[in-house]
C-alpha cells in the first residue's frame, strides 16, 4: 500500500512536471505566435497609415497646388489684360494717327485741287477775255470778216456769254450765208441754253433749227455731230445712232465723233470697243482715255481706268484739262485704296 501511494506520488510529480512543461511549450509557441501576429499586423497598419497618409498628403498638395495656381493665374491674367489693353491702346493709336494722316493728306489734296481748279478756271477766263479783247479789236479792223465772228461767238461760248455768242454767230452767217459750221454751232448754243434753262418750247425750236442745217448742208459732219449730241440729252438714242454714222460716213478719221458715239451706250462692251476704234485712228485723243477711264470706272476696273486717265493727263491740252483728269485719275485711286483696305469689291454698272 505504501509504494503504491509512493508510486502514485511520483507519478503525479512526474506528470505535473510533463504538464508543466508542455503548458510551458505551448505557451512559448503561442507567445512567440503572437509575437509574430504583432509584427505582422504592426507592418501591415504602417503601409496602410502609409497609403491613407500618400493619399491625404497627395490630395492636400493638389488642392494647394490648384489654389496657387488658380491665383497665379488668376494674376497673370489681371497682368496680360493690362498689357494687352496698353499694346491696343498704343496700336489704336498709331492707327487713328496714320488714318488721321491719311483723311488729311486727302483733304489737304482736294482743297489744294479745288483751289487749283478755281485758280486754274480764274486764268482760264482771264486768258478768255484777253483773246476776246484781241478778237473785238480784229472785228473794229475788219467789221467784214466772218471768221472773226465765228471763232469769237465760239470764245464767248466758253465764257457762258450765249446770247453775244449767238449775235456773233448771226452776224457770221450774214456774211457768209454757207457757213454750214457756223449755223450748226449757232443752233447747239441756243440748244445748250434752252436745255439748262429747262424751257422745252426754246429746245423744241432748238431741234427744228438742226434738222435745217442737215437739210440745207448735207456734207456738214460737224452739224450731224451736234444734233446727235443733242439728241443723246434727249435720250433719243436711236436717231442719234443714226446721226453718228452720217458724221462717220463723212469724216471717218474723225476720232471725236466715234469717242461721242460710244460713251452714251448701255452695252458698256460696245462703248469700248468704238472708244478703242477712236484710239486707232488718232492715239493721241485725249478725250478718247478720258471717257475710256470713266467707262472702265462704271465696270469697276479701276487700275486700268487710273491707266487712261495717266494717258489723258500726258496729252491734256491746258492746265484746266489737266485739273479735271487729274481729279478724275484721283478718285478712282481713292476707290482703290478703299476696296483694298477693306476688302470690298468695287461697285460696277
Not at 1 to 15: D, G
Not at 115 to 122: E, G, I, N, S, Y
Not at 247 to 256: F, G, H, K, S, V
Not at 271 to 283: V, Y
Request: aromatic share 6%; hydrophobic share 35%; net charge positive.
Amino acid at each position: 500500500m505504501c509504494l503504491q501511494k509512493e508510486l502514485k506520488v511520483c507519478l503525479q510529480k512526474e506528470l505535473k512536471v510533463c504538464l508543466q512543461k508542455e503548458l510551458k511549450v505551448c505557451l512559448q509557441k503561442e507567445l512567440k505566435s503572437s509575437v509574430c501576429l504583432q509584427k505582422e499586423l504592426k507592418v501591415c497598419l504602417q503601409k496602410e497609415l502609409k497609403v491613407c497618409l500618400q493619399k491625404e498628403l497627395k490630395v492636400c498638395l493638389q488642392k494647394e497646388l490648384k489654389v496657387c495656381l488658380q491665383k497665379e493665374l488668376k494674376e497673370l491674367k489681371v497682368c496680360l489684360q493690362k498689357e494687352l489693353k496698353v499694346c491696343l491702346q498704343k496700336e489704336h493709336k498709331v492707327c487713328l494717327q496714320k488714318e488721321l494722316k491719311v483723311c488729311l493728306q486727302k483733304e489737304l489734296k482736294v482743297c489744294l485741287q479745288k483751289d487749283l481748279k478755281v485758280r486754274l478756271q480764274k486764268e482760264l477766263k482771264v486768258r478768255l477775255q484777253k483773246e476776246l479783247k484781241d478778237f473785238n479789236m480784229a472785228a473794229d479792223i475788219d467789221t467784214r470778216n466772218p471768221d472773226v465772228y465765228h471763232h469769237r461767238g465760239q470764245l464767248k461760248i466758253l465764257l457762258d456769254q450765249v446770247d453775244e455768242a449767238v449775235g456773233d454767230f448771226d452776224e457770221c452767217i450774214i456774211l457768209r450765208p454757207d457757213s454750214a459750221l457756223a449755223q450748226a454751232q449757232k443752233c447747239f448754243a441756243l440748244y445748250r441754253q434752252a436745255y439748262t434753262g429747262n424751257n422745252s418750247s426754246q429746245v423744241q425750236t432748238a431741234m427744228d433749227g438742226f434738222e435745217d442745217v442737215i437739210r440745207r448742208f448735207p456734207k456738214c459732219a460737224e452739224g450731224y455731230a451736234l444734233y446727235a449730241q443733242a439728241l443723246t440729252d434727249q435720250q433719243q438714242f436711236g436717231k442719234a445712232d443714226e446721226m453718228y454714222d452720217k458724221c462717220i460716213e463723212l469724216e471717218p478719221d474723225n476720232a471725236t465723233t466715234y469717242v461721242h458715239k460710244g460713251s452714251w451706250k448701255q452695252d458698256l462692251d460696245l462703248g469700248l470697243d468704238l472708244i478703242s476704234k477712236a484710239i486707232e485712228i488718232d492715239t493721241k485723243c485725249d478725250f478718247a482715255y478720258e471717257t475710256m477711264g470713266t467707262i472702265e470706272v462704271q465696270r469697276g476696273n479701276l487700275d486700268r481706268a487710273i491707266d487712261m486717265f495717266n494717258k489723258a493727263i500726258n496729252l491734256a491740252k491746258s492746265e484746266m484739262e489737266m485739273a479735271h483728269l487729274y481729279s478724275l485719275c484721283d478718285a478712282a485711286y481713292a476707290q482703290t485704296e478703299v476696296a483694298k483696305k477693306y476688302g470690298l469689291k468695287p461697285p460696277t454698272l
